[in-house]
T-cell receptor, first 112, second 114 residues
C-alpha cells in the first residue's frame, strides 16, 4: 500500500550532468512538495505544487526545476549538479489546505 | 519567514527514562506543529501533532505541549525504549494559500541506552 513513491532510491551523477528524480503518489493529493535534506540537517523546502500551480521558495537556486505533468507525478530536475547538491531529496504530498504531509522514502543523490 | 529552533541537538537517556525535546518558533501565524521521527536513511514519519487551539495532546507514551504565548512547544516521550532511538524533528506550519509551509527545526538525535 505504497502511498508516496520515489525513484530511484539512489542516484549517482557526474558534476554538471543533468539529472531527474521522480515522485509518484496514490493518494490523489493536490499538493506535492520537494525538500532537500543534507546530512545531519533538517529537510529544506525547495518548492511545491498546488495542482499545476508552481510555487518556488525564494532561496531555491535556479539550478533546480520541477515539472508536474499530472496529479500523480512530480519531477525534480537538477540542470547542472554541483558537489554541494549531494543530498537526500524528499517528496511529500498533502491534501489541499491539509496539515499533514506524507513523505516518500527519498532519493539519495551522489555527485561525482 | 518562520524560524524554528530545536534543543538539544543530541540526547541520551537510559531505557525507561523520559526524554524531552523543546522547540521555539518565531511566526505567530503558525498554527500547526507536527513532530517527525526519522530513522537513519528512512523517510520522516509523523508521530504526533498539535494545533494552536490545543495546549496538550497525548498518544500513549508520546505527548506534546504548546505554549502559544511564549511560542514554544515540546515533545515528551515516557518509558523510552531502544526503538525510540532516531532523529526527531519539530516543525511549525502556517497556511499559504492552498498549501502549508513547513519549517523544520534542526533535529535532535535521541539515543536510548539499554
Amino acid at each position: 500500500d505504497a502511498m508516496v513513491i520515489q525513484n530511484p532510491r539512489y542516484q549517482v551523477t557526474q558534476f554538471g550532468k543533468p539529472v531527474t528524480l521522480s515522485c509518484s503518489q496514490t493518494l490523489n493529493h493536490n499538493v506535492m512538495y520537494w525538500y532537500q535534506q543534507k546530512s545531519s540537517q533538517a529537510p529544506k523546502l525547495l518548492f511545491h505544487y498546488y495542482d499545476k500551480d508552481f510555487n518556488n521558495e525564494a532561496d531555491t537556486p535556479d539550478n533546480f526545476q520541477s515539472r508536474r505533468p499530472n496529479t500523480s507525478f512530480c519531477f525534480l530536475d537538477i540542470r547542472s549538479p554541483g558537489l554541494g547538491d549531494a543530498a537526500m531529496y524528499l517528496c511529500a504530498t498533502s491534501k489541499q489546505g491539509g496539515e499533514t504531509q506524507y513523505f516518500g522514502p527519498g532519493t539519495r543523490l551522489l555527485v561525482l | 519567514g518562520e524560524n524554528v529552533e530545536q534543543h538539544p541537538s543530541t540526547l541520551s537517556v537510559q531505557e525507561g527514562d523520559s526524554a524531552v525535546i523543546k522547540c521555539t518558533y518565531s511566526d505567530s501565524a503558525s498554527n500547526y506543529f507536527p513532530w517527525y521521527k526519522q530513522e537513519l536513511g528512512k523517510r520522516p514519519q509523523l508521530i504526533i501533532d498539535i494545533r494552536s487551539n490545543v495546549g496538550e495532546k497525548k498518544d500513549q507514551r508520546i505527548a506534546v505541549t504548546l505554549n502559544k504565548t511564549a511560542k514554544h512547544f515540546s515533545l515528551h516521550i515516557t518509558e523510552t525504549q531502544p526503538e525510540d532511538s532516531a532523529v526527531y524533528f519539530c516543525a511549525a506550519s502556517f497556511s499559504s494559500g492552498s498549501a502549508r509551509q513547513l519549517t523544520f527545526g534542526s533535529g535532535t538525535q535521541l539515543t536510548v541506552l539499554p
